[in-house]
């Protein structure tokens, strides 16, 4: 059984910086991408960045320049940097992780970690 931990929510005030990690716990085989998803109130869940198995990374516009992923293969754990945080930043942010087992395709997700921007 597979299962994501994420850390490092909180609050900040604008231009602060937090720190998210996430740890996948259980056995993965071939991951192939880690994500990580916000959702805000009475919005949808959006992508915010991806690093895939081969290294490529992509960031959704609104983040670009202020956020950065990175992962340990070796922990099975990836993180986010955000630095310079907006109001609009706040959201319940989840971890995701793609792994391929054989032929099939299985998607795991975390808890979720809240993080708010207020002054």
């Known amino acids: 059984q597979v299962q994501l931990v994420e850390s490092g929510g909180g609050s900040v005030q604008p231009g602060g910086s937090l720190r998210l990690s996430c740890a996948a716990s259980?056995?993965?085989?071939?991951?192939?991408?880690m994500n990580w998803y916000r959702q805000a109130p009475g919005k949808q869940r959006e992508l915010v960045a991806s690093?895939?198995?081969?290294?490529?990374?992509n960031y959704a516009d609104s983040v670009k320049g202020r956020f950065t992923i990175s992962r340990d293969n070796a922990k099975n754990t990836v993180y986010l940097q955000m630095n310079s945080l907006k109001p609009e930043d706040t959201a319940v942010y989840y971890c995701?992780?793609?792994?391929?087992?054989?032929?099939?395709?299985?998607?795991?997700w975390g808890q979720g970690t809240q993080v708010t921007v207020s002054s």
């Open positions: 995701n992780m793609n792994d391929r087992v054989g032929v099939v395709d299985r998607d795991y």
């Open positions: 690093i895939l198995s081969g290294g490529r990374i």
């Open positions: 259980g056995r993965l085989f071939s991951i192939k991408a």
